[in-house]
């Protein structure tokens, strides 16, 4: 056969140098794409966040339209949510309880209803208990973790630390809780408390209660501050926002300000604060424990509510005297973020 027409048969194909060259070409395109998606995830899960405190905001000025005042902080961290004390200073759970109903979660508002305001019967505390273990992704940052209950290891102590919900022993160390990625505003000054009254009768009574004539912020103790009480302006007050947490604990429930129910009363848990020096805004980083202190998972920004209801990202940088003033309602010095 001539040489031409041994050459027509031959198939064609590609050498090894140019497969070679095609993978380096497509891993290139990966490496420069991968950035970028994961960025645009990113932007979508930080969008979320925002999203989560503009409704959050909302469902607090909701409840001062019908209320006439802010959320209360409720009466410390032996205590969670309790349907049938209404709201403000006799509600003895977090303020993130108390916007259930104004954030289209009625029924676990009610969950734990049993028609006995004055008193802790056995189905409240069995009934408490499941609405402690329910997530609610309202209260979860998407970028920081996913919408589940983690470990509650504080709990698997020698005595119930709840007065009004079940809670395990040492033989259930794996009790879990839902949580909150949030905090509302508590002030530039902390204001230290325990863990609240020792039962309803000490409640009934008045007895166990902190003083917090001291307490500067929107949330605190069997708080009910009303919007003219912010006379520095709604728009110029820190109404809640994202909070810091430590990422190696993200997921053990050993954090300070993340070892509880997101219904618990007053603790780190709930409330931050921006005192100088103590409450420094951080993005989240293995090794760091910031308790009081509002931060966020995302780099450089943390999100934030005003008391108008308006949100918007913060720099991490932000000057502390700012910071500070941002979270005192009535200092006379009219703060802006930058």
């Excluded at 645009?40 to 969008?47: G, K, L, P, V, Y």
């Excluded at 000490?202 to 912020?217: E, K, P, Q, T, Y």
């Excluded at 809640?240 to 947490?245: A, D, N, Q, S, T």
């Excluded at 409450?279 to 999100?303: K, M, N, R, Y």
Aim: a neutral charge; charged letters at 20%; proline letters at 7%.
């Amino acid at each position: 056969m001539p040489q031409r027409n041994r050459r027509a048969f031959r198939r064609p194909g590609f050498t090894l140098v140019e497969l070679l060259v095609v993978i380096a070409i497509i891993a290139t395109l990966i490496g420069l794409l991968l950035p970028a998606v994961q960025s645009a995830r990113e932007a979508a899960r930080r969008t979320q966040c925002s999203n989560n405190v503009r409704q959050q905001a909302l469902a607090c000025l909701l409840h001062v339209d019908k209320r006439n005042f802010l959320p209360s902080g409720g009466w410390g961290w032996s205590w969670t949510g309790d349907p049938d004390r209404g709201f403000g200073r006799d509600q003895p759970g977090s303020w993130g309880f108390s916007i259930l109903p104004f954030a289209e979660n009625e029924l676990l508002f009610e969950m734990a209803s049993d028609g006995e305001p004055d008193r802790v019967t056995a189905a409240q505390m069995r009934q408490a208990a499941l609405a402690c273990s329910t997530p609610v992704s309202l209260f979860i940052c998407p970028s920081r973790r996913a919408v589940r209950n983690y470990p509650t290891p504080i709990y698997a102590s020698n005595r119930t630390p709840l007065y009004n919900a079940t809670a395990p022993r040492q033989n259930q160390p794996g009790y879990e809780t839902n949580r909150n990625d949030y905090k509302a505003n508590a002030g530039s000054v902390r204001i230290m408390w325990g863990t609240g009254p020792g039962g309803m009768a000490d409640a009934l009574a008045g007895r166990g209660f902190d003083d917090m004539a001291g307490s500067n912020g929107l949330f605190f103790q069997r708080s009910e501050v009303r919007l003219s009480q912010i006379s520095d302006g709604t728009s110029k007050t820190y109404l809640l926002g994202e909070k810091y947490l430590n990422p190696d604990n993200y997921e053990t429930g050993r954090d300070p300000s993340d070892d509880h129910s997101l219904f618990v009363g007053d603790d780190y848990d709930p409330q931050g604060w921006t005192e100088i020096g103590a409450c420094p805004v951080a993005q989240d980083t293995p090794g760091l424990e910031l308790s009081w202190s509002f931060g966020s998972s995302h780099a450089g920004i943390f999100i934030m509510a005003m008391a108008d209801g308006s949100t918007r990202p913060v720099s991490q940088s932000i000057a502390p005297a700012i910071h500070r003033d941002l979270g005192d309602r009535a200092d006379g010095r009219s703060a802006e973020i930058p």
